[in-house]
């Protein structure tokens, strides 16, 4: 028998309180810091696309049922190369077989229903203590572990002097909350266009959740239109027939860069989320990202509690199972990004060319939907799998 470790989870945001009750679960204490309070952590407008492998951690943890009257699926994923006149439709039959039965590519959940979810759990949890809107005042002498879920500007990570590799992108990215007439119901959007992507993600009825990418000044810019302006703005760069109504919330501005740390373990010390690495929004990767973060981490104390490892190799375990995850997502989107925005003539050929395999080809469509939604384990385990012989065949 093994003692509950005592866990201290720095971040109380959508991964740090995710990860707070699936070690809860696994019989860990944790205790769970945030700066800011309960208002704060609520009060943000941002809808996030969920993966089948933020699905499963959630069905693990038992809060899938509670998020289910606040999520909205989508069924098809439509993708237009803006600059080669390509599009490419996505379908659920193009997902990997064992994901067909949920009925969805993925779904799109709202910041706000999220927190309202989780922090109840958290709250009636009797192996969380929940100190929001104060500082850390703990000894760190008294945890088995610390985890900085506190974010892309990490004082944990600076505190134990673990640089990552950083480099900021010229593209920065607005977000906001639209409603949109002429948009096919149950269909999320990825427009690639010169000055970056445009998504949009559905969330229920005409409200879709924009995040559009282009130069950090003129997302800015874009930000502090009135909000007639910024809908003639976007009716702009919108297909033809989509017509935005109404802007439900304050557009918001914010740059982008690509961050991942050379490890993220340091003794005790473990960094999780953005904390550790952080990519470009396209596809609705970053997220789910840190969200398997989670997931290894919650895994790595279920082998524990069994036996299988002891506590010392939890950290480099941890490292060493996320960090070819990490980086192929990181370097991925760093080079759909490059690509789609470069209008050499060999790039814009080879782009229709990859268009015209994809649609051809749907062996191809189902590796890319499971390197989307299962990230790389599920699309390497889609791989081998694939490449076994049929014996009904045989």
């Not at 909350?177 to 002429?182: D, E």
């Not at 269909?187 to 995040?211: H, K, N």
């Not at 501005?253 to 993220?264: T, V």
Request: proline share 6%.
């Amino acid at each position: 028998m093994h003692c509950p470790l005592k866990v201290l989870i720095k971040g109380g945001g959508p991964t740090g309180s995710i990860l707070a009750l699936a070690l809860a679960k696994h019989g860990a204490h944790v205790c769970l810091f945030d700066p800011k309070n309960r208002t704060q952590l609520i009060n943000k407008s941002r809808a996030y696309a969920i993966t089948h492998s933020t699905r499963r951690l959630f069905q693990n943890i038992d809060i899938w049922n509670d998020l289910n009257s606040h999520i909205t699926l989508f069924d098809q994923l439509s993708i237009e190369d803006r600059e080669t006149s390509t599009r490419l439709n996505l379908r659920l039959s193009d997902l990997p077989e064992r994901n067909n039965k949920y009925g969805a590519i993925g779904w799109v959940l709202d910041h706000k229903r999220f927190m309202e979810v989780v922090l109840p759990r958290l709250d009636q949890s009797t192996s969380i203590s929940l100190n929001l809107g104060s500082d850390i005042s703990a000894n760190l002498k008294d945890y088995d572990f610390v985890f900085a879920a506190d974010g892309p500007f990490s004082r944990t990570r600076k505190d134990l002097k673990i640089k990552p590799l950083f480099f900021p992108y010229r593209q920065g990215c607005l977000t906001t909350k639209v409603l949109i007439r002429g948009v096919s119901p149950g269909t999320a959007y990825e427009i690639f266009r010169e000055e970056g992507p445009l998504a949009l993600l559905p969330m229920g009825g005409d409200l879709f959740q924009v995040i559009w990418s282009g130069p950090f000044n003129s997302c800015q810019a874009r930000s502090k239109l009135n909000h007639s302006s910024f809908l003639d703005s976007l009716a702009r760069v919108l297909p033809n027939g989509f017509e935005p109504d109404v802007v439900i919330d304050n557009p918001a501005a914010f740059p982008l860069g690509f961050s991942i740390c050379p490890k993220f373990d340091k003794e005790k010390f473990l960094l999780l989320g953005e904390s550790a690495h952080r990519c470009h929004p396209v596809g609705g990767q970053g997220l789910n990202v840190c969200w398997r973060d989670v997931m290894e981490i919650s895994n790595l104390f279920l082998q524990y509690n069994r036996g299988t490892i002891v506590k010392s190799h939890i950290p480099c375990r941890y490292t060493r199972n996320r960090i070819l995850d990490v980086l192929s997502i990181n370097i991925i989107t760093d080079l759909i990004i490059r690509i789609f925005s470069n209008r050499n003539p060999l790039f814009m050929l080879s782009r229709k060319l990859v268009f015209h395999v994809i649609k051809c080809s749907s062996y191809t469509r189902k590796l890319i939907l499971g390197l989307m939604t299962e990230g790389f384990p599920g699309f390497v385990s889609y791989s081998l799998r694939s490449m076994k012989p049929n014996r009904r065949n045989l």
